[in-house]
């Protein structure tokens, strides 16, 4: 079974920064384009950003500006930094493919407060 594990959670400040990564099989890594999304208790998982195998980006509107995606080809790893976290932003965040085909990992906890 193919896995996913996200690291790099925390509890920060409001204001504060946070770099999460997900460790992704080689062949995944090569062959997918993969996102990050999050789920907050009691909300559906939802969408933040996306980068495809050739490093083309989209992101969440409430995200954009905020948290950037990015690829670590030396590990094989898709990094989620995030910058100017709120409140609202706490959740637990998981990468997978853009189809969402991929089993899902564990997820890292982000909680933001003060």
């Known amino acids: 079974q193919v896995q996913l594990v996200e690291s790099g959670g925390g509890s920060v400040q409001p204001g504060g920064s946070l770099n999460v990564s997900c460790a992704v099989p080689?062949?995944?890594?090569?062959?997918?384009?993969m996102s990050w999304y999050r789920q907050a208790p009691g909300n559906q998982r939802e969408w933040l950003a996306s980068?495809?195998?050739?490093?083309?980006?989209d992101y969440k509107r409430t995200v954009q500006g905020r948290f950037t995606i990015s690829r670590g080809n030396a590990k094989n790893t898709i990094e989620l930094q995030m910058n100017s976290l709120q409140p609202e932003d706490t959740a637990v965040y998981y990468c997978?493919?853009?189809?969402?085909?991929?089993?899902w990992g564990q997820g890292t906890q982000v909680t933001v407060s003060s």
């Open positions: 997978n493919s853009v189809l969402m085909d991929i089993h």
């Open positions: 080689e062949d995944i890594f090569r062959e997918y384009d």
């Open positions: 980068i495809d195998r050739r490093g083309r980006l």
